[in-house]
C-alpha cells in the first residue's frame, strides 16, 4: 500500500494531465477492470461467496482510486505514509463500524 500512494505522490503531474484532459474517470475505470482481470482477491475477501468477491475487489480499487484523487485535489496536504494508514483503516475495518 506505501507503494501504491507513493507511486501516485512521485507521479503528480500525470495526475494533473489527467484532470486537465477529464480522463480520471478513465483512470478509475482501468485500474479497476486491471485489478479484476489480475484476478489476485485479498485475503479479506475470501470469506465473501465467489460471485462477489470481484464486487468486493472492484469497490475497494474504486474507493481507493477516489481517494487519490480527492488528495490531489486537496494539494497532497499529508505524506504518502499518512494515506496509507488512512487506507489500510478504511480497509480493515468494517464500513459499519467505521
Not at 34 to 54: D, N, R, T
Not at 77 to 89: D, G, I, Q
Request: charge should be negative; glycine fraction near 6%.
Amino acid at each position: 500500500m506505501d507503494l501504491y500512494f507513493l507511486f501516485w505522490y512521485e507521479n503528480r503531474p500525470l495526475l494533473d494531465a489527467l484532470q486537465r484532459s477529464s480522463l480520471s474517470g478513465i483512470l478509475v475505470e482501468r485500474a479497476t477492470n486491471f485489478s479484476l482481470q489480475e484476478g489476485h482477491i485479498p485475503c479479506q475477501f475470501k470469506h465473501l461467496p465467489p460471485e462477489v468477491q470481484g464486487l468486493a475487489m472492484a469497490f475497494s480499487v474504486c474507493g481507493l482510486m477516489s481517494m487519490i484523487l480527492q488528495w490531489h485535489h486537496q494539494g497532497f496536504p499529508v505524506s504518502p505514509a499518512e494515506m496509507t494508514k488512512l487506507a489500510v483503516n478504511i480497509l480493515t475495518t468494517p464500513l459499519l463500524n467505521a
